[in-house]
């Protein structure tokens, strides 16, 4: 059979004209000479039988002919099927060059500048005969075969937010220096203000992204820049999902007979709470409303949840024992 075309396009042999001409422009890509500056020579070789592989196979009459005689037969010129051996329909195997059907099948692609057409001095490649730019159009073209383009993995960096500006949200500008390709091609620097809106409530690890803000370097997309919220630890509030919690100190007495807690909040308000119960140490006294806003419903908050730290006293009088033994019994 010799070469095996099929084989060569990695199709099967009931390939339709639609997946050839798919396995044709994956191919052809990645063995471009032009593609394959360091291995030219065994590229050119690869593509020159990856574009006669197209070839027969898109051709209805060679195909034929290839399918029952195989390659030899084919370049042997055989008949084709059905036309008398000595008859006018001898078959001739014309090959057309790589460049031509190279041509054919990107020529059509919208953003190729003039790349048709036939090609002064035959066959042989030169570097760049498709123009500079033919891998960079297909790229950026989306069509079905093209290269897509390279892009970066996402930076990512922490911004730390105080309680405070979670509660009531804020703006922070980020100034960052990156790398940018000026209107020369050449490598400049240059420096942006980020602007980054904090919403009431944002919890730590959301984040927010800025696109195409990385270095930027020819043939690849810039990475994204990400900003991952991270919550710094407050000296009162200690978060819990949409809650806050804070501890409060108090004596013995106090958890027995009652209290009034005193705390200012996130935004700088005065928050009194009389606590009649008694306090036990799993005691918790719940304030609704005076936890974190909700970012999905800004209207709505959390709840304030109190805990208590009851001082025990190290040592009691034997007075002090009698008395509590008779009030508490």
Same mark, same amino acid.
């Given at each position: 059979?010799?070469?095996?075309?099929?084989?060569?396009?990695?199709?099967?042999?009931?390939?339709?004209?639609?997946?050839?001409?798919?396995?044709?422009?994956?191919?052809?890509?990645?063995?471009?000479?032009?593609?394959?500056?360091?291995?030219?020579?065994?590229?050119?070789?690869?593509?020159?039988?990856?574009?006669?592989?197209?070839?027969?196979?898109?051709?209805?009459?060679?195909?034929?002919?290839?399918?029952?005689?195989?390659?030899?037969?084919?370049?042997?010129?055989?008949?084709?099927?059905?036309?008398?051996?000595?008859?006018?329909?001898?078959?001739?195997?014309?090959?057309?060059?790589?460049?031509?059907?190279?041509?054919?099948?990107?020529?059509?692609?919208?953003?190729?500048?003039?790349?048709?057409?036939?090609?002064?001095?035959?066959?042989?490649?030169?570097?760049?005969?498709?123009?500079?730019?033919?891998?960079?159009?297909?790229?950026?073209?989306?069509?079905?075969?093209?290269?897509?383009?390279?892009?970066?993995?996402?930076?990512?960096?922490?911004?730390?937010?105080?309680?405070?500006?979670?509660?009531?949200?804020?703006?922070?500008?980020?100034?960052?220096?990156?790398?940018?390709?000026?209107?020369?091609?050449?490598?400049? @620097?240059? &420096?942006?203000?980020?602007?980054? *809106?904090?919403? $009431?409530?944002? /919890?730590?690890? #959301? !984040?927010?992204?800025?696109?195409?803000?990385?270095?930027?370097?020819?043939?690849?997309?810039?990475?994204?820049?990400?900003?991952?919220?991270?919550?710094?630890?407050?000296?009162?509030?200690?978060?819990?999902?949409?809650?806050?919690?804070?501890?409060?100190?108090?004596?013995?007495?106090?958890?027995?007979?009652?209290?009034?807690?005193?705390?200012?909040?996130?935004?700088?308000?005065?928050?009194?709470?009389?606590?009649?119960?008694?306090?036990?140490? @799993?005691? &918790?006294?719940?304030?609704?409303? *005076?936890?974190? $806003?909700?970012? /999905?419903?800004? #209207? !709505?908050?959390?709840?304030?949840?109190?805990?208590?730290?009851?001082?025990?006293?190290?040592?009691?009088?034997?007075?002090?024992?009698?008395?509590?033994?008779?009030?508490?019994?």
């Amino acid at each position: 059979m010799g070469v095996d075309y099929y084989k060569i396009l990695q199709v099967d042999r009931n390939a339709k004209d639609d997946d050839l001409k798919k396995a044709y422009r994956k191919l052809a890509m990645k063995w471009h000479p032009d593609k394959n500056p360091n291995n030219k020579k065994d590229a050119e070789s690869k593509f020159k039988t990856i574009s006669e592989a197209y070839d027969v196979l898109s051709d209805p009459q060679k195909r034929a002919v290839y399918d029952q005689y195989g390659e030899e037969g084919l370049k042997n010129q055989v008949p084709p099927p059905g036309a008398s051996p000595d008859g006018p329909n001898m078959y001739k195997f014309n090959p057309r060059s790589a460049d031509d059907i190279f041509s054919e099948i990107f020529g059509s692609f919208s953003g190729m500048g003039d790349i048709g057409g036939s090609r002064a001095g035959g066959p042989g490649f030169q570097r760049g005969m498709f123009g500079e730019d033919v891998f960079a159009s297909l790229r950026n073209n989306g069509t079905e075969g093209s290269m897509p383009q390279r892009k970066g993995a996402a930076i990512e960096r922490t911004l730390p937010c105080s309680l405070e500006d979670l509660y009531k949200g804020t703006t922070k500008k980020m100034k960052i220096s990156r790398d940018v390709i000026d209107a020369t091609g050449r490598a400049a @620097t240059k &420096e942006d203000i980020l602007t980054i *809106e904090i919403k $009431p409530g944002w /919890k730590k690890g #959301t !984040k927010i992204t800025f696109p195409e803000k990385g270095n930027e370097q020819r043939g690849v997309i810039p990475s994204d820049l990400v900003f991952i919220i991270d919550e710094k630890p407050h000296s009162i509030f200690k978060r819990d999902g949409n809650d806050l919690i804070a501890t409060q100190k108090i004596s013995l007495a106090e958890a027995l007979t009652g209290c009034t807690t005193q705390l200012t909040t996130l935004d700088g308000r005065s928050l009194t709470t009389p606590i009649t119960s008694v306090i036990s140490p @799993t005691y &918790e006294e719940v304030i609704k409303g *005076e936890g974190m $806003p909700i970012p /999905k419903e800004p #209207t !709505k908050k959390g709840n304030l949840r109190l805990k208590f730290n009851i001082k025990f006293p190290a040592r009691l009088t034997a007075e002090q024992k009698t008395g509590i033994k008779r009030l508490l019994t």
